[in-house]
């Protein structure tokens, strides 16, 4: 059975960073592509970042470009989310996603993480 257990989320206040880090255990991480998707209070999941199996960066949430970025490290079977700049609004619980396609969509991803937190203050 694959897990993925995200770890690197707090408090942070605005303008600082955080980096997110997604371990996958019980599957052959490279052959997955890898999704973040956040979820604030009251809103819809949404794609953050993807990355696919080759390290190709196939899709980005138009809110976050420029300061976040997506990373994967095969041999370590991890997915990774830099997180600059941090603004108020980026506070939401981010989760890791994996699947056999990238996708923008949570629909698109088989296999999820329970989520970190990261809150923002002004």
């Known amino acids: 059975q694959v897990h993925l257990v995200e770890s690197g989320g707090g408090m942070m206040q605005a303008g600082g960073s955080l980096r997110l880090s997604c371990v996958v255990s019980?599957?052959?991480?490279?052959?997955?592509?890898m999704g973040w998707f956040r979820q604030a209070p009251g809103r819809e999941r949404e794609l953050v970042a993807a990355?696919?199996?080759?390290?190709?960066?196939?899709s980005r949430a138009d809110s976050v470009k420029g300061r976040f970025t997506i990373s994967r490290d095969n041999a370590k079977n991890t997915v990774y989310l830099r997180l600059n700049s941090l603004k108020p609004e980026d506070t939401a619980v981010y989760s890791c996603?994996?699947?056999?396609?990238?996708?923008?969509?949570?629909?698109?991803?088989?296999?999820w993480g329970q989520g970190t937190q990261v809150t923002v203050s002004s």
């Open positions: 990355i696919s199996r080759s390290g190709d960066i196939l």
């Open positions: 996603a994996a699947g056999l396609l990238t996708g923008t969509y949570p629909s698109d991803y088989d296999y």
């Open positions: 019980g599957g052959t991480f490279s052959t997955y592509a």
